[in-house]
């Protein structure tokens, strides 16, 4: 799987948007990016993923660059609730590969 | 429809006894996956069980720990003879047969204290 690059750490103002980038420029073309999160204490969970596309669902926004080689997982409205480890997982799909590899992620803290 | 469970949610054992951890997955998911926490450091895969069948143990370490997942009731994984350096979280992950798109759900974990 290719390799992520994370911010360790990001502030955010609550109410305003929470833009977190990763970079993954060995990307292959069958390759999807996932994201999720970690609330203090708790177990992971999966927020999104993406090949090419950008991507919206009710938690979040996957843009995902042309090349593919980055990409910003955006929360529109941060909540305090959202402080949290966000982990960018890059991975083939399918097959024998089902090994989440978890990387340090980022902090993202969200500010009253 | 409830999510993956965990249990026990915390579980303290001295050293050289033994820990079991269950993990009953979310209704329809066949698959499941456990994962460990370190303190302060990231979750690392330990094994991937289907029904009746390991697929893949390569994040097992080599002794002491064992997993399974019966045709009926929760997937366990084993401990013996605990040592304080299994001190950590334990995560269990279940997926459907057939993963994609929805990825891995979580668990909320049990954290293993070894005194």
């Known amino acids: 799987d290719a390799k992520t690059t994370q911010p360790p750490s990001m502030d955010c103002a609550e109410g305003r948007a929470a833009n977190l980038p990763c970079n993954h420029s060995t990307i292959s073309g069958n390759e999807y990016v996932y994201w999720y999160r970690q609330i203090h204490s708790q177990g992971p969970q999966y927020i999104i993923h993406g090949l090419k596309n950008n991507e919206t669902n009710e938690m979040a926004s996957l843009i995902i660059t042309e090349d593919r080689k980055s990409s910003t997982l955006i929360l529109p409205h941060a909540t305090l609730r959202d402080t949290a480890v966000y982990y960018c997982?890059?991975?083939?799909?399918?097959?024998?590969?089902?090994?989440?590899?978890f990387g340090k992620g980022t902090l993202l803290t969200v500010n009253p | 429809n409830a999510g993956v469970m965990q249990n026990p949610r915390h579980l303290v054992r001295r050293r050289g006894q033994e820990a079991r951890l269950r993990c009953s997955p979310m209704k329809g998911h066949s698959h499941v996956y456990w994962y460990r926490q370190l303190p302060e450091e990231g979750l690392k895969f330990m094994v991937y069980l289907q029904k009746e069948n390991i697929i893949d143990e390569s994040g097992m370490p080599k002794e002491r720990f064992s997993a399974e997942f019966p045709k009926e009731g929760p997937s366990i994984l084993r401990i013996q003879q605990v040592v304080r350096g299994d001190s950590a979280a334990y995560f269990c992950?279940?997926?459907?047969?057939?993963?994609?798109?929805?990825?891995?759900?979580f668990g909320p974990g049990t954290r293993l204290t070894v005194t």
């Open positions: 992950a279940s997926s459907p047969p057939k993963e994609y798109p929805w990825g891995q759900y």
């Open positions: 997982i890059v991975r083939l799909v399918g097959g024998s590969n089902y090994k989440l590899t």
